[in-house]
């Protein structure tokens, strides 16, 4: 009687165990399958999505407000306005080219994988078909653009968008966000296809796709950005704020010696030091060459402009996300340490480092960039400077010397009145001399 209880106890745990096998057997399989269809990951992305702790701190400054360019975005409800701009950009495009739609599609479609790989994730929500055609039409979207900025005579008289100037600043702010990029090289190839035969000759002569873009972002976002500096770089770039940061390079390399003392003195204390301050002599190179040299700071020349703050932040994510060493990083550290309270932009503002029109700006534009960065004390790239620095500022002469100048010879009279008085002095002493001489 045991025996046989014990014995269909057996055969149920046995059963058990066969349905749990089956049972997993099955997740397996359905787990496989999701392994198998996995998308191939590129070495060759360059275009990321932003993190979404960093996103909720600034919502605005990584989303496109007026129009979408790329698959990140793509037929979102509040960007759909643009898409009829768009199109009609795509038509008077087409119009001066003898390239039909379908040569451009195709063209496209060739190079479908390669612009997919661009991205760092995988673009699940459009199919190939939907995918080209989103390409050609932002892509066209862009050349129209910058082809009507650089000439007015691409314009036409129901131009919405360069009709209303505050809509063109609007879109500029969009067309430098990290998830807003298409690759530059379809661009420029499309660009280039246009161009092999067209119904004038005229229409594109002595224009490339290089020349009327690098005269949109020269002086648009990052002063000094000259044309030359974004020539050289373009054929490298992978978008328009990976040309930008390849064109902040320090000029210059640096000796990596470990910052031992982070507090980086203001604009105002150094002034107090007696260190004076002017821009970058000549045509610094870069934003980013800031040097100390026998009692003078030397900070590139450089604007504030409205979108000034998203663009910056933007350079920073993707420098940090491609894994570029962190030169606009300390860049912008440094300017948030020297530019701390409206005093210290004025000073700058005097000394003809700075045009802006209102200085309260510039500090807390600086203060709310540095939140996102990070001080490597072995990496910083101005470690020799930060250290010239405090060393000068802790010399007593140096104060002293500033002490006497800022208080009694900051204006002409103010020196007149100095000297007025010591001589006064030495009369008066003269005098009480004489006067024991003769007794």
């Excluded at 014995?7 to 096998?21: A, H, L, P, Q």
């Excluded at 190939?128 to 932002?138: G, I, N």
């Excluded at 702010?173 to 660009?191: S, W, Y």
């Amino acid at each position: 009687m045991w025996s046989k209880k014990a014995t269909g106890r057996s055969r149920n745990k046995m059963d058990d165990c066969e349905d749990v096998s089956i049972d997993m057997q099955k997740l397996a399989d359905t787990l496989s399958g999701k392994l198998e269809t996995l998308h191939h990951l590129s070495k060759d992305c360059s275009i990321y999505r932003v993190a979404e702790p960093k996103r909720c701190l600034n919502p605005s400054h990584f989303t496109p407000q007026i129009v979408s360019i790329g698959p990140f975005h793509h037929g979102k409800e509040e960007l759909k306005a643009m898409e009829e701009h768009k199109q009609r950009y795509l038509k008077c495009f087409l119009q001066r080219t003898k390239v039909r739609m379908a040569r451009f599609l195709s063209f496209i479609k060739e190079r479908e994988t390669k612009l997919r790989n661009c991205y760092a994730e995988t673009i699940r929500n459009l199919g190939s078909d939907e995918f080209v055609a989103m390409v050609l039409v932002d892509a066209v979207f862009l050349i129209e653009f910058f082809l009507r900025f650089y000439e007015r005579n691409f314009r036409t008289d129901d131009d919405r968008i360069f009709g209303k100037p505050q809509l063109r600043k609007e879109i500029r702010h969009d067309f430098l966000l990290l998830e807003n990029q298409l690759p530059l090289f379809i661009l420029n190839d499309l660009f280039d296809l246009a161009k092999t035969a067209t119904y004038e000759d005229a229409f594109y002569e002595n224009i490339s796709f290089v020349k009327i873009t690098c005269f949109w972002l020269e002086d648009r976002v990052v002063k000094p950005l000259d044309k030359h500096s974004l020539e050289i770089h373009f054929s490298k770039a992978e978008h328009f704020l990976d040309l930008i940061i390849l064109c902040l390079q320090p000029s210059q390399s640096r000796a990596q010696i470990m910052l031992k003392d982070q507090n980086i003195p203001s604009v105002k204390e150094l002034h107090q030091a007696g260190v004076k301050f002017k821009p970058a002599a000549g045509s610094p190179k870069s934003v980013l060459d800031i040097n100390f040299n026998q009692g003078i700071l030397e900070i590139p020349y450089f604007k504030v402009y409205g979108n000034t703050e998203p663009a910056y932040r933007n350079l920073l994510a993707f420098e940090s996300m491609h894994g570029y060493k962190k030169h606009f990083n300390d860049y912008i550290i440094m300017m948030a340490c020297l530019i701390s309270c409206p005093k210290d932009a004025e000073l700058l503002v005097e000394n003809e480092v700075i045009r802006l029109g209102n200085t309260e700006t510039v500090p807390t534009v600086f203060r709310n960039l540095d939140r996102d960065c990070t001080l490597a004390s072995s990496r910083f790239q101005y470690s020799g400077v930060v250290t010239d620095l405090q060393a000068y500022r802790k010399l007593p002469w140096h104060k002293w010397k500033a002490a006497l100048k800022q208080n009694y010879f900051n204006t002409p009279w103010a020196s007149i009145s100095v000297i007025a008085a010591v001589i006064l002095l030495l009369l008066t002493a003269t005098q009480t001399v004489s006067s024991l001489i003769a007794l």
